[in-house]
């Protein structure tokens, strides 16, 4: 009797880490049922395209992907293509009419209904609401060994108005504290040091217990040394939830806190709950009782109605807050959502011009922010060599900046050490091992 060939899969991620994760996941699942990984498609028997719809962008970025894939479905009928993610969700069977070389279609909510899909063949497109999600444990394959994600929520309630992830990801809904904090008691085991909690809205988070209660419990874990979170809601930022930070010793001082516009009249017509003057008093907060803290943000260029003085108060913002780093895009109209149906959508050209002055303006202070670094003591956590010069380790610092540092024979991936930072550059930081 022969020997029955293995059977492969591949991954590609578009997206966010909470797509990032789900891959993770799907992974976890291919392989308890005896598949292995394939670095290309070309040696696949499973293609999976998780996929993501927040800009326009994104989403003709797998398109193109999708397209490229038709000709080896081609030659080899027998390959099981899947669209997973956000435009999976979002589309639904459309993507099989658009597309029929694609075979299914599954959801962020159903991706447990992966195992079906690859040993029965039964049904061909998977996105009904699934609120039973925070009970699913799927087994995570999980590609790092010294940092994990951890999704405590899924979902979101706040529908900004220029967003896509409510229609996509469903209600907001908490997993329980006992089940998180045991998947973390069993990464501890296997010696992970990092773990960042993922929800669209963490600060959020209630089942029985708030964050900072969720905090609390994750910090007395033994073997992980680092906790982080993302992303954090400003209109959800208690004091509490800063003194939680402040106190407990795992939980790194850096914040990712999305301002989005400084002009309060955007951020109503965004449905963010908030005004400029409330954001920085926040800030303001932050920075009080925690000096050292870096704070990191997105920013959206051009949304409708967007005039200069509005533009300018962004740029203002930018100014006073100093953020860390910022993520930047233009606004894409998502199908669906409010503001893409707004009056006073800014012309392409405005926005490319509002989101290079920001892109500007944020470089020079990222830059000059690095270099305070300079000098400094600090603590980081190995994560492995360093991608592109094989020359080096790479960490971060608890506050999130990327250090680079020469390779040593003592010093392996998952080591806590303190080192000199020797130069600092936009992108990372360089330091010495002490
Ligand atoms: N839940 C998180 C992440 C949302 S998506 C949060 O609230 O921050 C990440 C970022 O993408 C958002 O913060 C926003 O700046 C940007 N974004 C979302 N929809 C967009 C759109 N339609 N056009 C441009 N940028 C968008
Ligand atoms: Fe989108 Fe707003 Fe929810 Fe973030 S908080 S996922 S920007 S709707
Ligand atoms: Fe994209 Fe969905 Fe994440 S739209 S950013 S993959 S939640």
Sequence with gaps: ??????????????????????????????????????????????????????????????????????????????????????????????????????????????????????????????????????????PADRKDNVRAWINIMYGCDNFCSYCIVPYTRGREKSRASRSIINEIKDLAG???????????????????????????????IDGIERIRFITSHPKDLSDELIFAVRDMEKVCEHIHLPLQSGSTKILGLMNRKYTYED??????????IMPQITITSDIIAGFPQETDEDHKETVKALNEIEFDGVFAFKFSPRPGTRASNMNGQVPEDIKSDRLYEILEIQNKITERKNKEFKGTLQEILIEGKDEKD????????????????PLKNNVKPADIITVKITRAGRHSLEGDIL
């Design 1 to 138: 009797m022969g020997k029955e060939k293995v059977k492969q899969y591949y991954i590609e991620t578009f997206g966010c880490q909470m797509n990032v994760h789900d891959s993770e996941k799907m992974a976890g699942i291919l392989k308890s049922e005896g598949y292995i990984e394939t670095g290309s498609a070309k040696d696949a028997d499973v293609v999976i395209f998780n996929t993501c719809s927040i800009r326009q962008k994104a989403e003709q970025k797998f398109f193109s992907e999708l397209g490229r894939i038709k000709s080896l479905k081609k030659r080899r009928p027998e390959l099981q293509i899947a669209v997973a993610g956000c435009i999976a969700q979002q589309e639904g069977i459309k993507i099989i009419k658009r597309a029929p070389h694609v075979d299914f279609v599954v959801g962020p909510q159903n991706i447990n209904a992966l195992r079906d899909i690859i040993t029965s063949r039964s049904d061909s497109v998977f996105i009904d609401d699934n609120p039973s999600i925070t009970e699913v444990e799927l």
């Design 190 to 220: 296997k010696d992970y040091k990092e773990v960042t909690l993922l929800g669209q809205n963490v600060n959020s988070y209630m089942s029985d217990m708030d964050f900072p209660g969720l905090l609390k419990e994750i910090n007395k």
């Design 390 to 405: 094989t020359g080096r380790f790479t960490g971060r610092t608890r506050t999130n900046k990327i250090v680079n540092i």
């Design 279 to 288: 954001y920085k008093k926040k800030v303001g907060k932050l920075k009080e």
